[in-house]
């Protein structure tokens, strides 16, 4: 047990979560109708694993003393805190643990966006080369993929619904 946990330490799960959605993202752009895509990206399959990475570093920073240990009440009110001020969000960022669940809680979002994006584009006709560069900036920029992918959107398929 003590070896799993060496294995999962922060910097390696960091490094997997790099390294692993790059290609998933490559796929995504590239080659948005294969097989790959379908079974890995377009199923339940990434978003588990994403939220299992999350589950198990939130069960690192809350209950690494044991099974709710005695300060991890006091924990969860402190990351509240992050709406309080900038400061405050800063503050937590400086903790490693917070932030290797911020940066999971970033990609799990963009990815799932990415996704949207892809499949909403197949299912309006759009070409997949119309769509590269909102994936790319939605990778890096998050919103700003989405607003361009849109805007794009609005402009070839001349419809956008307030409910899409």
Known sequence: ??????????D???LAANLGVIPLWLMLIFLPSSRFVNIFINTIF???ILAFTYGYLLY????AGGMFAADASTKIVENFKLYGSLDQLGT???NKTFLLTFWIHFLTISIFT??????DAARNG????VVILPLVLTYFTGPLGLF????LRMIIVQKLKIND
Do not use: R, V
């Open 1 to 10: 047990m003590e070896t799993i946990k060496e294995f999962f330490n922060q």
């Open 12 to 14: 390696n799960i960091y």
């Open 126 to 129: 759009i070409h997949k080369y």
């Open 148 to 151: 361009l992918y849109l805007f």
């Open 92 to 94: 937590l960022l400086s």
């Open 60 to 63: 690192q920073e809350f209950y």
């Open 46 to 48: 990434l978003p588990i």
């Open 114 to 119: 990415g996704t949207w994006i892809a499949k």
